[in-house]
């Protein structure tokens, strides 16, 4: 490395401390590392460390014996505790990508141009290249909703750690449904968080109203909360696994039946001929010109045993996995006994006779078990193996 990346390293190597978290035991207080008495500590990107109030840095882990706290008392100052530590998560996070990101930019103006000078100063930390660009990606959305005017430095607060990344992954008409929470608890003066859950229920919301496969007056009857969302949601991600012509059938009875029974019973029938389609693709025994599987389909709607043909079609699909995979285990298992019996002989009488106790399983049929041996309910399975070409090896 040249002098000027020797240099970069060092920097970015005191850079990487910053936000570290150190805990005095006589205090149980924390003292946070401050980026701006780092050497050479330069960003030309946004500033997020005004996001953490130092006065609010007080980090008090009730004693698990404490006989002079409650019950509540003690499960509050836990809660609190642990709000602190998400804090510091998230925030020495994005500073984290932003020294990553500043370190692989600069290899980049001054490395060899294929950004070995950033890997190698990964490799010495112990980070992977694929936790680094994860870190570089929070970064970069962590200033993105700030620029964008979305979220304000203060309110990283509001967020916990896969909250807030979570809002970073999210689509912008949900980012600005989520700062709008924000400001809403702020306004009532809320100490409450805007959790992970909180963040996907409005994404799921969004990309359920937005979606065109919802009929137009099932969405009015979600705008006036006469359909909860949360009915429609599962609806629309299973319809999105079907084909068009499946779809506009069930759009036609939710639409007859603007109910959240017709809704539930609908998401249903979607779940099962989705389950039914995937695996029929899947079953070998199945790609006859004689079998017409959409005909199939319709009968076992109209009988109303959809259910229980996709699960059989579904346990079609696993048995002939289940075969394939058995019987390149056996040949396998085959060719491996027979090279332990070339290395092995006289001497080697106790490997012999390891060999002889497979027997049952090497053999053409197949012989196990199903229970305790010694039990009155054992049963023993065979299952014979015949090959088109019992010549044909397979890699062990």
Known sequence: ????????????????????????????????????????ARSSHLDWSESLDPAAINLKIP??????????????????????CD??????????????????DREKQGGDGRGTGFLNWLKDREISKSQAYSLIELANSADTLLEAGILEPEEVNCFSKR??????????????????????????????????????????????????????????KAANSTIPTRYLTPLVKEMEKLPEVHQT??????VANPDVDTVKQVTAEARYLAKYLAA????????????????????????????????????????????MKLYTT??????????????????TPHLRSLLAHLTPLTNQTVEVNLGDPNSNFSR????????DDQDDPIET
């Open 280 to 323: 029929a693709a899947q079953v070998q025994v199945f790609a006859q010109p004689s079998l017409n599987l959409e005909l199939a389909l319709e009968e076992a709607l109209r009988i109303g045993c959809l259910s229980s043909t996709a699960d059989m079609v579904n346990l079609a699909a696993q048995l002939e996995q289940t075969t």
């Open 163 to 220: 909250a807030f990344i979570e809002t970073a992954q999210a689509a912008p008409e949900v980012q600005r449904m989520v700062s709008d929470l924000v400001k809403e608890n702020q306004e009532e003066k809320s100490a409450q968080r805007i959790t992970r859950r909180e963040v996907r229920q409005l994404n799921d919301e969004w990309t359920t109203m937005s979606s065109d496969l919802l009929p137009s007056a099932i969405k009015e």
């Open 87 to 104: 804090r510091f998560d998230l925030q020495t996070e994005i500073w984290r990508g932003q020294i990553l990101r500043s370190v692989r």
């Open 380 to 387: 023993l399975i065979r299952l014979q193996i015949l090959a």
């Open 1 to 40: 490395m040249t002098d000027s990346g020797g240099i970069i390293h060092n920097d970015a190597a005191v850079l990487w401390h910053v936000g570290m978290v150190h805990a005095l035991p006589s205090s149980n207080s924390l003292h946070l590392v401050n980026s701006s008495t780092a050497p050479h």
């Open 249 to 254: 059938a069930l759009q036609a009875e939710v």
């Open 330 to 347: 056996w040949k396998r298992l085959n060719n491996l006994s027979e090279r332990v019996y070339l290395d092995s002989g006289t001497s």
């Open 63 to 84: 004693h698990s014996e404490d006989d002079q706290l409650s019950e509540v008392e003690f499960w509050q100052q836990i809660e609190t505790a642990w709000q602190v």
